[in-house]
């Protein structure tokens, strides 16, 4: 009797069982398909001779060295502040701006209070992107009972904009804008208010032939017109 219940109790649990319904519970938030962008800031802090806008030869060597090594790359978010009078500012300014032009890095301009006296500091953000792990099929595709997305939905968009991206730092915040150039924006509007816009002369154009409607000239051949008859 004993044996008999005993395989009544586990007849009945795998029925309740079968009767489950599957997992239905599945968010989008187990597996987000985006991708992810880590900043690392570090700081570089240059050395002008006393009143003058030449680097220390070492400082110059240095940032150099930086660039060789991949310390500082293209992509790399890229700032620049420097010390002293307007005019020397200035002027110390575009000779770090040169060296860094050289390897296709243009710094923006920051102004910091916390700067020594020669001195001048490069901030470089660099950021790191990592994809999402795709293909995701963590949900079951064929058990969807709530109507949400496949969880590898997004998947494709993520991982193309993470492989196409120039400057991986561009996904964690927009650039500033620069300052329009002021006299070419105002003449432009100018010219078009005034009527001014000089249209292509017709004789740049080229010549533009029409099509004949005369038939073409016959050549001879077998029964046809020979040339001089």
Same mark, same amino acid.
């Given at each position: 009797?004993?044996?008999?219940?005993?395989?009544?109790?586990?007849?009945?649990?795998?029925?309740?069982?079968?009767?489950?319904?599957?997992?239905?519970?599945?968010?989008?938030?187990?597996?987000?398909? =985006?991708?992810?962008?880590?900043?690392?800031?570090?700081?570089?802090?240059? =050395?002008?001779?006393?009143?003058?806008? =030449?680097?220390?030869?070492?400082?110059?060597?240095?940032?150099?060295?930086?660039? %060789?090594?991949?310390?500082?790359?293209? %992509?790399?978010?890229?700032?620049?502040?420097?010390?002293?009078?307007?005019?020397?500012?200035?002027?110390?300014?575009?000779?770090?701006?040169?060296?860094?032009?050289?390897?296709?890095?243009?710094?923006?301009?920051?102004?910091?209070?916390?700067?020594?006296?020669?001195?001048?500091?490069?901030?470089?953000?660099?950021?790191?992107?990592?994809?999402?792990?795709? +293909?995701?099929?963590?949900?079951? +595709?064929?058990?969807?009972?709530?109507?949400?997305?496949?969880?590898?939905?997004?998947?494709?968009?993520?991982?193309?904009?993470?492989?196409?991206?120039?400057?991986?730092?561009?996904?964690?915040?927009?650039?500033?804008?620069?300052?329009?150039?002021?006299?070419? /924006?105002?003449?432009?509007?100018? =010219?078009?208010?005034?009527?001014?816009?000089?249209?292509? /002369?017709?004789?740049?154009?080229?010549?533009?032939?029409?099509?004949?409607? /005369?038939? +073409? +000239?016959?050549?001879?051949?077998?029964?046809?017109?020979?040339?001089?008859?």
């Amino acid at each position: 009797m004993r044996i008999n219940r005993l395989s009544i109790a586990a007849i009945t649990v795998l029925a309740l069982a079968a009767c489950r319904p599957p997992i239905t519970e599945y968010t989008e938030s187990e597996a987000i398909n =985006r991708v992810s962008v880590d900043t690392m800031p570090s700081r570089l802090d240059l =050395r002008f001779a006393a009143g003058s806008d =030449r680097l220390t030869a070492g400082d110059a060597g240095r940032l150099h060295q930086l660039v %060789a090594s991949g310390a500082l790359r293209r %992509a790399d978010r890229v700032t620049l502040t420097v010390s002293g009078p307007p005019r020397l500012a200035e002027a110390r300014a575009a000779t770090v701006r040169s060296e860094l032009l050289r390897y296709g890095i243009v710094p923006t301009p920051l102004q910091e209070a916390a700067i020594g006296p020669d001195r001048a500091a490069i901030g470089i953000t660099r950021a790191l992107v990592t994809l999402p792990r795709c +293909p995701n099929w963590s949900a079951e +595709p064929n058990s969807d009972f709530t109507n949400a997305r496949s969880s590898n939905f997004g998947c494709a968009d993520a991982t193309n904009l993470g492989h196409m991206v120039a400057n991986p730092a561009d996904l964690a915040s927009g650039r500033p804008l620069g300052d329009a150039d002021a006299v070419t /924006a105002v003449s432009a509007v100018t =010219r078009y208010y005034q009527d001014k816009i000089q249209l292509p /002369a017709a004789a740049t154009l080229g010549p533009i032939q029409a099509p004949s409607s /005369a038939p +073409p +000239p016959a050549t001879g051949g077998p029964g046809g017109p020979t040339p001089g008859s």
